[in-house]
């Protein structure tokens, strides 16, 4: 089946070509897409694509932080001021992965991959989203739970808060292939303190469900506590809750149950 290539010079103009046509996709790096071209997706039939450089824009130099949705990977490795996200980045796929994928194409991700949309889960991101009737923002957790809905419109970026402080922010990610395997579970937390206590509190996962998920029964154990053994024993005991994992080639559904919780108490304790 013949694919039509289309190039646009904003994203605006990109975004209306999305909507008006049911069987286009958007290309960025091309590791979502021309995957599923190669395997024989016949349900595309047009290529969109935008050289809008707005699109590939990285702001880290104050508190709030703005990532381009055509920002790679290997470039938030190369920005000094985002050290706290270089272990997602790094945990993504090998080199050529890291210099073509990028941010707005892994909010797309489908389970066991979308590392970096668990970190920005975590981090209580918003979405900015080009589509038929202009440009809106959105919380990211509205925007992956509709996520299927997405596909006519185009991420332009997404936006947070740099964490107060460096152990504000903790990441893991769990494979069976290292450095560039798909996930088995991966977990974001984002624990800011005030006076002691953990406040506005995000545990964010991923394969545990079709898209990144929040472990909301987790993150009210530990609201407002201190990170003590005992908040940290009930925070592992709620991990799993609400959530739907699947059974893969690389764990079961019962497997990522047991497991998940343990590596949160990992994540928490600050072990290895």
């Known amino acids: 089946m013949p694919v039509t290539v289309k190039t646009f010079g904003t994203s605006g103009e990109a975004a209306a070509a999305l909507s ?8 960025g790096g091309g590791t979502l897409v021309m995957r599923a071209l190669n395997e024989g997706d016949v349900s595309v039939s047009t290529i969109v694509r935008a050289t809008d450089r707005a699109l590939a824009q990285l702001d880290a130099t104050g508190s709030r932080i703005t990532i381009g949705a055509g920002v790679t990977f290997a470039r938030v490795l190369a920005e000094r001021s985002l050290g ?31 590392d970096f949309a668990v970190a920005l ?13 202009g440009a809106r923002d959105m919380p990211i957790e509205e925007f992956l739970s509709g996520r299927s809905r997405q596909a006519d419109g185009l ?43 953990a406040v506005g509190v995000r545990i964010a996962l991923g394969a545990m ?13 530990l609201e407002g506590h201190t990170l003590d053994a005992a908040s940290i024993a009930a925070a592992v005991a709620a991990a799993a809750d609400g959530t739907a994992p699947v059974d893969d080639a690389l764990a079961s559904a019962w497997y990522r149950r047991e497991v998940v919780g343990v590596h949160l108490r990992r994540l928490l304790t600050g072990q290895a």
């Open 20 to 27: 008006s046509e049911r069987d286009a996709r958007y290309l």
């Open 155 to 197: 991420v332009l970026s997404a936006s947070f808060q740099r964490p107060l402080s460096d152990d504000a922010f903790r990441y893991r990610k769990i494979a069976r292939v290292r450095p560039k395997g798909a996930a088995v579970v991966t977990l974001a937390v984002h624990v800011p303190s005030s006076g002691g206590r």
């Open 121 to 133: 889960l975590a981090l209580d991101a918003s979405v900015a989203v080009q589509g038929a009737y």
């Open 84 to 114: 706290f996200l270089h272990p997602v980045a790094g945990s993504i796929g090998g080199p050529a992965v890291r210099n073509m994928g990028t941010i707005g194409g892994n909010l797309f991700a489908p389970a066991p991959f979308g």
């Open 209 to 221: 469900a079709s898209t990144p998920v929040r472990a909301k029964a987790a993150e009210r154990t």
